[in-house]
């Protein structure tokens, strides 16, 4: 999608605002705890290809984005894995971090 690896600030700013409203939706709507990790998961997956064409040289080794990268493989390959909710907050506010320090336009 962004053949150098970066990001647009519009498109950064954008998928932010999509997390944060998709949890104030998770808040607000009546979900059992099964259907919580899915969406969890799926929240997840969806945030790393938000992001997939980043240049990952740039990353930084042991940060947020590898987490995440490893996260959504994880969430992929094995449906059994739950998702704290607090593990997502933790994890968007650091790809959004690194995101914004290295890969932003």
Excluded: C
């Amino acid at each position: 999608m962004f053949e150098n690896g970066k990001f647009p600030a519009d498109f950064v700013w954008n998928a932010k605002e999509s997390f944060e409203l998709q949890l104030e939706a998770l808040d607000a709507a009546p979900m059992t705890e099964r259907q919580q990790k899915y969406y969890l998961r799926n929240l997840i997956i969806s945030l790393e290809l938000h992001f997939a064409s980043r240049n990952q040289t740039l990353e930084i080794v042991g940060g947020a984005l590898h987490e995440l990268r490893d996260a959504a493989i994880l969430m992929l390959h094995d449906a059994k894995t739950p998702v704290a909710r607090a593990y997502f907050e933790e994890l968007l506010e650091g790809v959004f971090a690194e995101i914004v320090a290295t890969f932003l336009e």
